[in-house]
């Protein structure tokens, strides 16, 4: 009776833990379960990331690390040595880039406030009540983002050719004689041909954005005796600033990418001799590789693809230090 009564006590303890273990066993194996499928439908997009995308990166990084040196007046095979850091200083030693940079970066700081601000005011026109035609006009704006950029570009340089241009016709009579493509006219005229291509697609987004501010707020503030410019300035405005900052963060990389547009008024056509094959700094990268200089280009595609990185990040902190101060 001893036995028997102290083995009743001992076990009904140990059977209530293992009946309230189940269901968290059941848990982890449906978990587990639903990780491996997860894994399985991430699977095929891992392989084409890591071929596409991480696979070139790191082979760069690896041919930045040498240098093809050739013997015999070139006549020799070339011999592939091991140089170090060597093409990182050639990088920043080399006036060709660091100019193209400093162009790319006078084009930024003058089209994308610019071009930020007229997409934001595009958008606040398409969001206000006494707008109309609101879809016609989204595909108007939108229609020179949807044109390929190589056509856009071919597009501007007969528009900014000399003898061509139907705006030296308009401008003539007034007394204006104005040479687009001159040395000190092409950064504006580069950052015009910009401006057309990209101020519909981001006014879409801030369009789009503007369409997801509730509308009893609008309401609210109409009854409180707000006027249309006041709730633009002071409840729109502040809601899109996600989207502002976003926009800015794609115009950011999209400068650094300059390459259609002086491509085609430059080496393309001829048509605006100030542009270079190294105007912009991909199109430096680009005559590196021209040049059979591969590792070099590989440095300077990876400085610029980090210093991209840099800029957008800095940006992005900057802007939301102002929105948490704000």
Sequence with gaps: MTTTTTSTTTAAPITRREGDDQPVRRRRRGASRDAKYAARFLLPFGI????????????????????????????????TMFVGFANYVATFQNADFIQSIG??????????????????????????????????????????????????????????????????????????????VSPNVVLFSIANMITWGWTGYNMLIIHSALK???????????????SGWRIAWRIKVPLVRPALILTGVFSIIGTVQLYNEPQILGPGSHIAPSVTSTFSPIM?????????????????????????????????????RHSNEG
Excluded at 130 to 137: E, K, L, P, Q
Excluded at 218 to 226: L, N, P, S, V, W
């Design 103 to 180: 162009r790319v970066a006078l084009i930024g700081i003058l089209q994308v406030p610019l071009m930020l601000l007229l997409a934001l005011g595009l958008a606040l026109l398409l969001d206000s009540k006494s707008a109309r035609f609101g879809a016609a006009y989204r595909l108007i704006y939108f229609l020179p983002f949807a044109m390929p950029g190589v056509i856009a570009a071919i597009m501007w340089s007969f528009l900014y050719a000399p003898g061509v241009s139907p705006f030296e016709d308009v401008l003539a009579p007034l007394g204006i004689h104005l040479d687009f």
């Design 284 to 320: 430096v990268v680009q005559h590196a590789a021209d040049l059979n200089n591969y590792n070099l280009a590989a440095a300077m595609s990876l400085v610029l693809a980090l210093g991209t990185c840099v800029v957008s990040f800095g940006f992005l902190k900057l802007t939301q």
């Design 48 to 79: 084409l990331f890591a071929f596409v995308m991480v696979a070139p990166i790191l082979y760069a990084v690896y041919q930045s690390f040498f240098e093809q040196r050739r013997s015999g007046l070139g006549f020799d095979a070339p011999v």
């Design 212 to 226: 997801a501010i509730p509308a009893e707020l609008i309401e609210a503030a109409t009854i409180d005796g707000c």
